[in-house]
């Protein structure tokens, strides 16, 4: 099972772009990379997923080197209301064994 | 909404006791995970089951149990509840039994307090 590394937390401004980055040196040919978002007593919820390259949706960028171990997740333009914890996971679902970790996230806190 | 529907939103119980969470999953959606957060432990994945059977297993304690029904709902079941079980448990589904490409959708959670 491939293991994520993110940063413990980091800050922004509201109207500034955030790159949010992962790790994932140890990620399986057949995996895909997703992130989730978590607000505070709320369950997690699906933002963008992507295998290679550049993957785009209303909300948010996934952009993922050729190596693909590493991710950068860009969030456009924040505002208060994307302050939330932010989860990488790569595959991890297989078989007998399929699971969905989850590491410890980044808390991300936009301020005004 | 997420289309998974998790009953009760609150849980206030004593040491000792037994509770069971119950968790409906999205229309059409054939796997189940449980998941236990709490402050200190963050996200911990507690089991998986995937049109009735049980999928993985991750870091469930021998105390909790799970099933999935015909119709598909789960019922998390956790006995002799220790203060250290006082945490939020979340159910999500995925239409899939889990592969390198799954979307999980997730319920509102249940906050279990055992007092």
């Known amino acids: 099972l491939a293991k994520t590394t993110q940063p413990i937390s980091m800050d922004s401004y509201e109207g500034q772009e955030v790159n949010i980055t992962c790790s994932h040196n140890?990620?399986?040919?057949?995996?895909?990379i997703t992130w989730y978002q978590q607000f505070p007593s709320q369950g997690p919820r699906f933002i963008i997923q992507?295998?290679?390259t550049k993957v785009t949706n209303e909300v948010a960028s996934l952009f993922i080197p050729a190596d693909r171990k590493s991710s950068t997740l860009s969030l456009p333009r924040v505002s208060l209301s994307d302050t939330a914890v932010y989860y990488c996971?790569?595959?991890?679902?297989?078989?007998?064994?399929?699971?969905?970790?989850f590491g410890k996230g980044i808390t991300l806190s936009v301020r005004p | 909404d997420s289309g998974v529907t998790q009953t009760p939103k609150h849980l206030i119980t004593a040491t000792g006791q037994r509770v069971t969470l119950r968790c409906s999953p999205r229309?059409?959606?054939?796997?189940v995970y449980w998941y236990q957060q709490s402050l200190d432990q963050g996200l911990q994945f507690l089991i998986q089951?995937?049109?009735?059977?049980?999928?993985a297993k991750g870091n469930i304690l021998e105390r909790f149990s799970a099933q999935q029904f015909p119709d598909l709902h789960s019922e998390l079941n956790l006995s002799s509840l220790e203060l250290g079980d006082s945490a939020l448990y979340f159910c999500?589904?995925?239409?899939?039994?889990?592969?390198?490409?799954?979307?999980?959708?997730f319920g509102q959670g249940t906050r279990l307090t055992v007092v």
């Open positions: 999500a589904s995925s239409v899939d039994a889990g592969g390198a490409n799954t979307e999980a959708f």
């Open positions: 140890n990620i399986a040919t057949n995996d895909y």
């Open positions: 992507g295998y290679k």
């Open positions: 996971l790569v595959g991890g679902l297989s078989g007998a064994n399929s699971k969905l970790t």
């Open positions: 229309s059409g959606d054939l796997s």
């Open positions: 089951y995937y049109n009735g059977e049980e999928r």
